[in-house]
C-alpha cells in the first residue's frame, strides 16, 4: 500500500518536472519559432513531425482538446519546449499554425505568420496549383515509437556492420489481415511471404522467441524471416524488440518489404532503408521521388518477378550490392529522413501552405478508391 502511494507521489512529481521543463523551453523560444497545433484526426505521424524539428529551437502549443498531445519524454529529449493552452490564437501574427480543418471551419481572428494545413489526401492527385498554396510531401515514417525512443537516430552509425544476411523480413503475417482488407492492385503481404516460404524453403530460416540473437548474428544466412500471425498494433507481439529488428536489417543486404494492413506502404520500408538494406518491394511509384528497379530498390509485380528479384539477391556480388545500398543509404538521407523534411519545412515561403501527410484513418476514402481505379485502367 505505502508503496503504490510512493510510486504514485513519484510519477506526479516527476510528470509536474517534465511541465515545467518545457513550459521554460516554451517561455524561451522566440515568437517565431511557436507552432500552434490544432488537429481533429491523427494517427502516427506526429512523432516524424516532432523529430524534424528536434534540436532546432522550436517550441509548440498545444490546443485543447486536440487529437494529438506530443508525449512529454519525446520533447525532453527532443529539447522541444510544449505547453497546452486552450486559446492557440493569442499573437498568431507570430506564430505558424499547424491544422487540419478546412480553411473556412477555422475561427476568426488575428492573421497567423503562417498556415499549414494537414492533408490526409495522402495517395490522391497532387493539391491543385490554381490555389496558389505551396505543397510539400511528408514522407511515410518509421514506427512511431522509433522516434519517440530516439532509435532513429542509430541508423547511420548501424549502416557500418557487416553483412551476413542475405535477405531478411520482420513483421505481421495474417492471411486474413493482409489479404481481406488490402484491395490495392499489388500483390498482398500474404502472397509475397508466402511466395517466399514456398518456392525458397531450403534457404529460409526464422526466428523465434528461443532464437539466440547473438549467436544467430554471428553465422552467415541467405534468407531470415521474423514473422509474427498476431495482429494486435503492438511492438511486443513480434519475436525481434524493435531495436534487435534495426540490428537484423543492418546486418542484411536486402529486406522484403510487402504492403502494410490496408494501405501499400509499411514502416519497416523506411526502417530498414536507413540502415542501408535494399528493398525489394511492389509498390515502388508510391514513393516521392519514386524508388528506381535496380538502383534504390528490387521492384516486381508477380510471383513470378518476385522470385527471380530473390534469385538475384542470392547471387548479386558484393560489389554491386556495396553500390546499390549507397544509393538507398542516399535516398533515405536526402528524401525520409525527418532532417530533410525539415529542410523543406524551411524553405516555405508561402503564407498558407498545404503538407499532404499519411493518415491511415482515410485509406478508404477517396484517395483510396480514386488510385484503385486509375491503376487497374493503366
Known amino acids: 500500500m505505502l508503496t503504490s502511494?510512493?510510486?504514485?507521489?513519484?510519477?506526479?512529481t516527476r510528470r509536474f518536472a517534465e511541465r515545467l521543463v518545457l513550459s521554460a523551453r516554451y517561455k524561451l523560444t522566440p515568437r517565431h519559432k511557436i507552432i500552434a497545433l490544432s488537429l481533429r484526426?491523427?494517427?502516427?505521424?506526429?512523432?516524424?513531425?516532432m523529430a524534424a524539428f528536434?534540436?532546432?529551437?522550436?517550441?509548440?502549443?498545444?490546443?485543447?482538446?486536440?487529437a494529438y498531445r506530443p508525449k512529454h519524454k519525446q520533447m525532453l529529449r527532443m529539447g522541444i519546449g510544449m505547453v497546452s493552452v486552450t486559446d492557440i490564437y493569442r499573437d498568431g501574427d507570430r506564430k505558424t499554425l499547424i491544422h487540419d480543418h478546412s480553411h473556412d471551419d477555422l475561427p476568426g481572428g488575428p492573421e497567423w505568420r503562417s498556415k499549414i494545413l494537414l492533408d490526409y489526401d495522402y495517395y490522391g492527385p497532387f493539391f491543385e496549383a490554381s490555389t496558389g498554396h505551396?505543397?510539400?510531401?511528408?514522407?511515410?515514417?518509421?514506427?512511431?515509437?522509433?522516434?519517440?525512443?530516439?532509435?532513429?537516430?542509430?541508423?547511420?552509425?548501424?549502416?557500418?556492420?557487416?553483412?551476413?544476411?542475405?535477405?531478411?523480413?520482420a513483421g505481421t503475417v495474417a492471411a486474413g489481415a493482409?489479404?481481406?482488407?488490402?484491395?490495392?492492385?499489388?500483390?498482398?503481404?500474404?502472397e509475397i511471404i508466402s511466395t517466399v516460404l514456398t518456392h525458397f524453403e531450403g534457404a529460409v530460416e526464422c526466428i523465434t522467441a528461443d532464437t539466440q540473437i547473438s549467436e544467430f548474428l554471428k553465422r552467415p544466412h541467405r534468407i531470415?524471416?521474423?514473422?509474427?500471425?498476431?495482429?494486435?498494433?503492438?511492438?511486443?507481439?513480434?519475436p525481434l524488440s524493435q531495436r534487435e529488428m534495426l540490428?537484423?536489417?543492418?546486418?542484411?543486404?536486402?529486406?522484403?518489404?510487402?504492403?502494410?494492413?490496408?494501405?501499400?506502404?509499411?514502416?519497416?520500408?523506411?526502417?530498414?532503408?536507413?540502415?542501408?538494406?535494399?528493398?525489394i518491394l511492389n509498390y515502388a511509384a508510391l514513393f516521392d521521388p519514386p524508388l528506381e528497379d535496380m538502383k534504390t530498390c528490387f521492384s516486381f509485380t508477380s510471383k513470378k518477378q518476385l522470385q527471380d528479384k530473390i534469385d538475384l539477391a542470392l547471387s548479386l556480388p558484393k560489389s554491386q550490392i556495396a553500390e546499390l545500398r549507397a544509393n538507398v543509404c542516399r535516398y533515405y538521407d536526402e528524401h525520409l529522413a525527418?532532417?530533410?523534411?525539415?529542410?523543406?519545412?524551411?524553405?516555405?515561403?508561402?503564407?498558407?501552405?498545404?503538407?499532404?501527410?499519411?493518415?491511415?484513418?482515410?485509406?478508404?476514402?477517396?484517395?483510396?478508391?480514386?488510385?484503385?481505379?486509375?491503376?487497374t485502367k493503366g
Open 5 to 12: 502511494a510512493y510510486h504514485q507521489i513519484t510519477d506526479r
Open 338 to 375: 525527418p532532417d530533410a523534411f525539415f529542410e523543406q519545412f524551411q524553405a516555405i515561403s508561402s503564407k498558407e501552405t498545404t503538407i499532404r501527410v499519411h493518415n491511415s484513418r482515410y485509406t478508404g476514402q477517396a484517395a483510396y478508391l480514386r488510385n484503385l481505379l486509375s491503376s
Open 134 to 169: 505551396e505543397t510539400l510531401f511528408m514522407p511515410y515514417f518509421m514506427h512511431p515509437s522509433m522516434y519517440e525512443s530516439g532509435l532513429y537516430l542509430e541508423a547511420i552509425a548501424l549502416r557500418g556492420n557487416e553483412r551476413n544476411i542475405r535477405v531478411f523480413f
Open 224 to 238: 531470415v524471416l521474423a514473422l509474427t500471425r498476431q495482429t494486435s498494433d503492438v511492438v511486443e507481439k513480434h
Open 247 to 279: 540490428q537484423f536489417a543492418s546486418r542484411s543486404d536486402f529486406f522484403i518489404n510487402p504492403p502494410g494492413w490496408r494501405i501499400p506502404h509499411s514502416h519497416n520500408v523506411i526502417e530498414a532503408m536507413s540502415v542501408g538494406a535494399i528493398p
Open 178 to 190: 493482409y489479404s481481406h482488407e488490402f484491395l490495392w492492385p499489388y500483390m498482398n503481404r500474404h
Open 54 to 66: 528536434a534540436h532546432r529551437g522550436y517550441s509548440f502549443e498545444v490546443q485543447t482538446p486536440c
Open 41 to 49: 484526426d491523427h494517427y502516427r505521424f506526429g512523432a516524424y513531425l
